[in-house]
């Protein structure tokens, strides 16, 4: 090997390496020292600026790493933020914020510090049934016609009622989610540790399976209390009410021991019993369900007999004493119950006793002059009645005042001319019956008939009568 002035090598073309080649492939080349330093610094820019890309780069995953901790909250929806798991704001040593976030955007720590759950808060609907099996036409036409047999525990599913009947029933329960801590706290279950998020752990949630054994227990003891006809009868709301009540109560239970669920309901819409245009929502065994519709058809007759009535009474109370008939009629109940008070009260108490029954009947005599109706009728007829009885006594009265210094002067002749008068009188009215009795004889028998009997079919009905205006009597001149 030789190399030139200054000890580089030699690039003539005649120089020969022999077989000294580079894996046979000729001879090996050697740069310049310009060449060299410029690939150094092609070598070094190319990098400078793959090195400025990945700082872009990183900086882009950073920024997109905090941006994922951006949620949202939809209207029917709050939010939840659980940090290692752990609610935050929830535990009394972490009262920073509140735990339950409203709608909206909200930000948190992403995975895996921090991890944002929503829960919806809108209403829920979990369907309860104690029917018996039903075919598939049964389930699309409807149940036509009975069926005589045994029930089977094994495949039919039914109700034992307080009177020892049985009823099937298909019940809907309505509720929705009051306490979100609560409920991700004791109804949604934590998942395995060691389970992936696609894993079944994490879509295990025993919320239906849990409302439905509450409701259920709730059902079979609001019907072990209640009557067959009174829950599925006209007392029907009366049994879903007492249901959501049960319900409500169990759900007091939880809380009460320290595991509140978080879940709520309304007592007058929370159960319903939906009855479908093929099967009823609460009905009798087929095996009973000719007697039962003969008793409920009993029922809803008697029930527009009482309502038809109720109707006619208050058609008479009002014809009797006009729109106010229920202030009236209560006033005259509570001055009877006092009277009935004061005669069995003892001396002591029959003075302020006294004094209060003459308030009431003040208070009576008032209701009675607004009232209209017949009432009004009577007391106008009374107050004329009244009246013309004054005017008699009152003319009585004055006559008996003029003629007494006449009998204080002659009684005797007095009474002769008021006999000959009165007598006078009775002898030319023609509505008295006169009958002329002979000087002679020891005996004299005088036979009248009686009146001609009225004929049953000529009496009238009590509703047929009418009142007969008032007959002043006149006096006999």
């Given amino acids: 090997m030789s190399s030139g002035p200054g000890g580089h090598h030699d ?29 150094n610094q092609s070598l070094a820019d190319a990098l400078r600026k793959s090195f400025s890309i990945l700082k872009l780069l990183m900086f882009v995953l950073v920024v997109v790493y905090f941006l994922s901790g951006f949620s949202t909250v939809q209207p029917n929806e709050v939010g939840v933020k659980l940090r290692y798991g752990r609610i935050v ?29 929503t829960v919806a ?9 104690f029917m018996f099996q039903l075919s598939d036409d049964e389930k699309t036409g409807g149940i036509k016609g009975y069926k005589y047999g045994t029930l089977s525990p094994e495949r039919d599913d039914y109700l034992i009622t307080g009177d020892v009947n049985i009823l099937h029933a298909s019940l ?14 004791n109804i949604k279950p934590a998942p395995d540790p060691t389970a992936d998020v696609r894993s079944y752990p994490y879509r295990l949630y025993p919320e ?35 249901v959501a009540l049960r319900l409500l109560g169990k759900f007091r239970e939880f809380e009460q021991a320290g595991l509140p669920l978080g879940l709520t309901l309304d007592p007058a819409t929370g159960v319903l019993a939906p009855k479908t245009s093929t099967v009823e929502a609460i009905l009798p065994p087929r095996q009973t369900q000719e007697v039962f519709d003969q008793v409920l058809s009993a029922q809803s007759q008697m029930a527009v ?49 006294k004094s209060e029954l003459a308030s009431l009947q003040s208070k009576t005599e008032q209701l009675l002059h607004a009232s209209s109706g017949q009432v009004q009728e009577i007391i106008r007829n009374a107050e004329v009645r009244r009246d013309q009885i004054v005017k008699e006594a009152e003319g009585e009265f004055n006559q008996f005042m003029a003629l007494l210094p006449e009998y204080l002067r002659n009684p005797d002749i007095f009474m002769s001319r008021m006999y000959d008068e009165t ?44 009142a007969k205006p008032f007959e002043v009597p006149k006096l006999i001149q």
């Fill in 423 to 466: 007598f006078a009188a009775a002898m030319n009215n023609e509505k008295i019956l006169k009958t002329f009795v002979p000087r002679t004889g020891d005996r004299f028998w005088l036979q009248i008939a009686r009146p001609p009997l009225q004929k049953p079919e000529e009496k009238k009905k009590p509703g047929q009568e009418t």
């Fill in 121 to 129: 808060v809108n209403e829920r609907e979990l369907p309860v049934e």
């Fill in 172 to 185: 809907t329960i309505k509720y929705k989610v009051a306490d979100a801590v609560a409920y991700l706290t």
């Fill in 305 to 353: 007999a009482i309502k038809k009535a109720e109707a006619e009474a208050q058609s008479k109370l009002f014809q009797t004493a006009g729109p106010q008939y229920a202030a009236l009629a209560d006033q005259v109940n509570a001055e009877f119950e006092l009277m009935l008070k004061l005669s069995s009260a003892g001396a002591a108490e029959s003075g302020a006793l």
């Fill in 11 to 39: 690039p003539s073309p005649g120089h020969d390496h022999g077989v000294g080649t580079a894996g046979g492939y000729g001879p090996l080349k050697v740069l310049p020292d310009g060449d060299l330093d410029l690939a």
């Fill in 208 to 242: 239906y399976t849990l409302l439905t054994s509450l409701v259920r227990d709730a059902v079979i003891e609001t019907a072990a209390q209640r009557g067959a006809l009174d829950i599925r009868g006209t007392k029907q709301n009366e049994f879903l009410e007492a």
């Fill in 89 to 117: 704001g929830a535990s009394k040593d972490d009262m920073s914020q509140d735990p339950v976030l409203p709608p909206g955007w909200h930000w948190s720590w992403p995975y895996p510090f921090e991890r944002f759950e």
